[in-house]
Structure formats: C-alpha cells, structure tokens
C-alpha cells in the first residue's frame, strides 16, 4: 500500500521557518515524481513545488526564492524547506506522490504563520 505521510507542520511567528518532511513507502521512491501542494480555507489546492525523479523543480511565483523542495531517496522521504514565512502561507500542506501512473496523496499537516 502507498502511503505519503508528511511531518513538521505547526506554529511559526512571520518570518519564521520550518521544514516539512513527507516519506513514502510502497513504491521505488527514485522513480515517483514528488509534489507538495497546500490548500487554505476557502481555497483550492495548489501546487506549491514539484520535483521529477529526475530532480528538475518546479514552484509556484509565490513561494520562488523563499522555499526549496529536495529529496533523500535512500530515505524514500521528500522535504520543504520554507523561509520567510507570511500569514498568506498559512494552509494544509499535502504530499503527493506520482508513480506508475497513478497519483498518491498523503493526509496533510497544517502550517500557521502568525502575523
């Protein structure tokens, strides 16, 4: 069974940092495409950054030059590092796994920044 589950969400004052982490088993982890997405109340879920097995990345315009995705793959994990943290982040942040063709999500962990 493929199970994303991601870590390291909570509390962070603006201009704060944290570093979500997400490990995946079930699936050659080298091979899967790897995503973080977030969704905010009221909103839809979006992607936030995504990278290939072959390690191109990509962000959204809102979080260029403050976070940065990376991946272990000896640890099967994928990680977020986000800098310079605005209220305006504050959501559910989901992992998302793409691997043989189907698309994998994990339950989320709720980052809040506060002003």
């Known amino acids: 069974q493929v199970q994303p589950v991601e870590s390291g969400g909570g509390l962070v004052q603006a201009g704060g940092s944290l570093r979500l982490s997400c490990a995946t088993s079930g699936i050659f982890f080298s091979f899967a495409n790897m995503g973080w997405y977030r969704q905010a109340p009221g909103k839809e879920r979006e992607l936030v950054a995504r990278?290939?097995?072959?390690?191109?990345?990509d962000y959204a315009d809102s979080v260029k030059g403050r976070f940065t995705i990376s991946r272990d793959n000896t640890k099967s994990t994928v990680y977020l590092q986000m800098n310079s943290l605005k209220p305006e982040d504050t959501a559910v942040y989901f992992c998302?796994?793409?691997?043989?063709?189907?698309?994998?999500w994990g339950q989320g962990t709720q980052v809040t920044v506060s002003s």
């Open positions: 990278m290939t097995s072959g390690g191109r990345t």
């Open positions: 998302n796994s793409e691997y043989g063709g189907r698309s994998f």
